[in-house]
């Protein structure tokens, strides 16, 4: 199921502002009172769909797909009383673009102990862009095991796909051209909660295939 609903109050947009992280052009569309609503929501669903979740194993893609993955992991044991195995998956060799782009650093793949064979395997991530991350951290599950089914969460799904893949549960849909970013921050990386809509940078660069 795909959750079009995008109806997450965000109030008044404050008036953009210049930062030193370089989301000076930003506004804001989720803060964080609206990033804990909703990860609240689809933990709800995570357990009505799986029938209270008790073979569910969070994999968070890197960078702030993991966080996410302990946020929802956390809340799923509020929810159900019993702890969700939640770890993440690196999808940086799995990529499609690596030949394309300057090497990446290797992030961590930490696979809970009893594995993924014949377990659900929710995936985690902030954004839902092209579908070419999503596509390589299924190919990377492919290497670890065979889960009995894998589904998809994401805080963000801001459309253009470029591979026939959809989220089992989204945050919020927001439609963009392919002119603006998303950036998802997050206390545990970025020191606060935001999903900011900005600009890109005018740059030589053409596409958005590249940006994944
Ligand atoms: O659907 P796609 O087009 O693949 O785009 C979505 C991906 O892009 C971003 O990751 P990025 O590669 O920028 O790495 P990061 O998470 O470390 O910032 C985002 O976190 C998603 O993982
Ligand atoms: O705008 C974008 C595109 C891909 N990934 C992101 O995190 N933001």
Redesign the pocket.
Known sequence: MVDDRSDISTGPTPAASPRADGAGTARPVLEGPDIARVLTRIAHEIVERAKGADDVVLLG?????VFLARRLADKLAEITGRAAPVGSLD?TMYRDDLRLHPP?AL?RTDIPGDGVDGRLVVLV????????????ALDALGDIGRPRAVQLAVLVDRG???LP?RADYVGKNLPTSLRETVK?LLAEEDGRDSVLLGQKDPGPRAG??A??
């Open positions: 893609i890197p960078t702030r797909g999808i990446r992030a991530d902030d954004v839902l862009f092209s579908g070419r991350t999503i596509r390589a253009h796909r470029e893949i998802v958005h295939a940006d994944g």
